[in-house]
């Protein structure tokens, strides 16, 4: 199956960013948010993302105007276009919310378009099993997308061998390196990057270092480009809570169990970077 039709449902950082990498590699883009001021937004971005681009030479300046034009508004799931061949989500990492989605598109979107999820932790067997499982792929971009080069294709228990061929040349055809991953809690990247995020915030818990050391070891002594806790604030600690609470329930193990200061901080909304404060502080 050939992809040239897309629709992105969501348009905050992850599904702002997969749109700009779709738009730039000329496909046909819908991108669906639930009022024209969340489309502004992500558009906004998206425009603001491609003129740092053309600043170091990555893209032209016709480049970035014809990207744009490749990008559709559409306000409302329920108008996303019937004809696409492949339907992205990328809101917020909660699976009722996402089966919400693809509930509503399944009626909607022509029988044999693949459907894909961004989520970074949730299980695409159980995403999938309203709706189409043989068609049915997670796709989890890495952010920044435009910059970052990985995406973790993961297969669900029912995921066909043609789906996963499908995506993964699509995913080469966008210039990304795919992984292929099979459906167990957190994957490949979260399963093995948030224990290592909780287990640098009970250090701050506990008192073994401040939050500025321990970022400092593992960035000198471990050659990480961030700290585990400025990362976390990056991600957001939602996100992060959220991951650790997928990855606790779907192992059933303690070595997984979220770090009581993660739960604080997202309670009294630190959130981190978005936020304007978590383990650090931001204008």
């Not at 701050?204 to 050391?213: I, P, T, Y």
């Amino acid at each position: 199956m050939e992809i040239k039709k897309v629709a992105v449902v969501g348009g905050g950082t992850m599904g702002n960013g997969i749109t700009h990498v779709f738009a730039l590699r000329g496909f046909n883009v819908s991108l669906v948010e639930m009022s024209d001021e969340l489309v502004e937004k992500a558009l906004s971005t998206i425009g603001k993302n491609m003129d740092r681009q053309v600043k170091k030479g990555i893209i032209t300046e016709q480049e970035k105007s014809k990207a744009l034009s490749n990008i559709s508004r559409v306000v409302g799931v329920e108008n996303t276009p019937s004809d696409c061949d492949l339907v992205i989500e990328a809101i917020y990492e909660n699976k009722d919310a996402k089966l919400s989605v693809f509930n509503k598109l399944e009626s909607l979107i022509k029988k044999d378009s693949i459907f894909a999820s961004n989520t970074s932790s949730i299980s695409i067997t159980e995403l999938s099993s309203a709706t189409r499982p043989d068609k049915f792929i997670g796709m989890h971009f890495m952010n920044p997308v435009p910059m970052m080069k990985l995406v973790e294709i993961i297969r669900g228990y029912s995921t066909s061998d043609e789906t996963f061929k499908t995506i993964k040349t699509l995913s080469e055809n966008l210039d990304k390196v795919p992984v292929e991953v099979f459906d167990y809690p957190g994957f490949i990247s979260n399963r093995i990057l948030m224990p290592m995020i909780n287990e640098a915030i009970f250090s701050l818990m506990e008192g073994v270092a401040s939050a500025q050391d321990i970022d400092t070891v593992m960035k000198l002594g471990m050659n990480h480009p961030m700290g585990p806790l400025t990362l976390a604030d990056f991600i957001g600690l939602d996100v992060c809570l959220a991951i650790m609470e997928v990855l606790y329930d779907g192992f059933n193990d303690p070595k997984y169990r979220p770090c009581p200061l993660l739960k604080k901080m997202v309670a009294a909304r630190k959130l981190g970077r978005k936020s304007g404060e978590g383990f650090f502080a931001y204008e």
